[in-house]
Every structure is written in structure tokens, then in C-alpha cells.
């Protein structure tokens, strides 16, 4: 089935630092999407992408469409603690893309020592 | 508050029985789904209704049986509960999907259950 490689799988880093993660996927998509779940909550969604080449940001959040439109990656800049969570890249492929079926990455695990 | 609300958070049972979660969006959305995170955190897809009409079923058994009586609310029942149930669920909902038209989901904050 479609599959997203998401990495690194988790991180430690100190405060203030940047940080990168991405994710690859083996057929094309039309939409990528980051979440960030915090423990005991759902996902909450963090920037949108729908078109290659796009790049948007949020705050000190940055990601980018791909232009190959198989890939996507997510920078936090500046991290503070809170910024401590579960980071998923989600996208949906061209073609699997039945009924809005969102595929999930693996999830990077973000620690931020103060 | 506009949200995805789903009922209960925990949920501890022992093997055999069954049980239901129930999850109810007030976003005025068309799709709901139901996604299972495992103790490595990965989501997927189980299912997936658009305005009450199933839309994605996936490899999942049919001990799962999803009901939405109507736009609102997608609820899950489970019979003959087994270990490997044990996961957080989460319920989600998004805008009506199309080729054109792509839209986020939105979560609610998950049913943690537990099978002894």
C-alpha cells in the first residue's frame, strides 16, 4: 500500500535551535499536510500544502510542496519547549486519493531541552 | 466550541466484550473517519463516511462495525474485543472531499482503549 517516510524519527535538541524534518513518498501528491499532536490530544493541523513548489509558513514554522511533488519537509525555527510533540507529515496521493484518504508518516518525536 | 468531540476518553474491557465510542463534529462538515494510532503512534485509516454513505473500508475486521446516523456523528462499535484492539482512536472530519478540492482533517482528542 502508499506508504510516506517520514524522518528523522525523533530528535533532541536544545532550546533555540532549528530544526528539519521531512517526508518522502513513493507516488505523486496532490496535497501535504503537518500536524503536530501533543500527548493525550489529537493531531492539530500546522500548515497545509497544495501545490508544488509552494512554500508557506506559520509563525516560526516553514514548510514546502516539493516540486517533484513526492516529498515535503517541515522547519521549526528558534525552538522553544513547547514545541515538544509529535510532528506527521499527511498527504494524499494522486492515486489513492478514494474518499479523502489521508496517508500518515511515521512521526518525528521532538524533545527541547531548555 | 466548534469541534470533534468523541466519547469516552478511556476505555478499559476485558477480552469478549463489546464496546462503543461515540463521535459527534458540529463543523458542518460532510466526511468524518475513524483512524487508529498503535503504541508506535502510527495513524491509519479504518474508515471513512461521506454524509452517512460509507466511503473508505479498510483492511480492517469485521468485529468493527462503523454507524452514522447521520452527518454529525460516526460512531464505532466493537464486538469480541481482542488484546490487539488495545489504541487510541481517533475520530476526524473534514469538508467533502472532490478531485479539486482537498481539505485537512480535523481531530478529535482520541479514545485510548484497553483490552485485558
Known amino acids: 500500500g502508499q506508504q510516506l517516510n517520514q524522518s528523522p524519527q525523533s530528535m533532541f535538541i536544545q532550546e533555540g535551535e532549528d530544526v528539519s524534518m521531512n517526508c518522502t513518498s513513493s507516488?505523486?501528491?496532490?496535497?501535504w499536510l503537518w500536524y503536530k499532536q501533543d500527548p493525550g490530544e489529537g493531531p492539530v493541523l500546522l500548515i497545509a500544502l497544495y501545490k508544488a513548489g509552494e512554500l508557506t509558513s506559520n509563525g516560526r514554522l516553514t514548510a514546502q510542496f516539493g516540486i517533484t511533488r513526492k516529498d515535503s519537509f517541515l522547519n521549526i525555527s528558534a525552538s522553544i519547549p513547547s514545541d515538544v510533540g509529535i510532528y506527521f507529515c499527511?498527504?494524499?496521493?494522486?492515486?489513492?486519493?478514494?474518499?479523502?484518504?489521508?496517508?500518515f508518516g511515521q512521526g518525528t518525536e521532538l524533545s527541547v531541552k531548555p | 466550541d466548534t469541534a470533534v468531540s468523541q466519547t469516552p476518553k478511556y476505555l478499559v474491557t476485558q477480552m469478549g466484550n463489546d464496546k462503543s465510542i461515540k463521535c459527534e463534529q458540529n463543523l458542518g462538515h460532510d466526511t468524518m473517519y475513524w483512524y487508529k494510532q498503535d503504541s508506535k503512534k502510527f495513524l491509519k485509516i479504518m474508515f471513512s463516511y461521506n454524509n452517512k454513505e460509507l466511503i473508505i473500508n479498510e483492511t480492517v475486521p469485521n468485529r468493527f462495525s462503523p454507524k452514522s446516523p447521520d452527518k454529525a456523528h460516526l460512531n464505532l462499535h466493537i464486538n469480541s474485543l481482542e488484546l490487539g484492539d488495545s489504541a487510541v482512536y481517533f475520530c476526524a472530519s473534514s469538508p467533502k472531499q472532490t478531485s479539486s478540492y482537498n481539505s485537512p482533517l480535523h481531530f478529535g482528542n482520541g479514545t485510548r482503549l484497553t483490552v485485558t
Open positions: 499527511a498527504g494524499r496521493s494522486v492515486l489513492y486519493n478514494q474518499g479523502g484518504k489521508l496517508i
Open positions: 507516488s505523486i501528491f496532490n496535497t
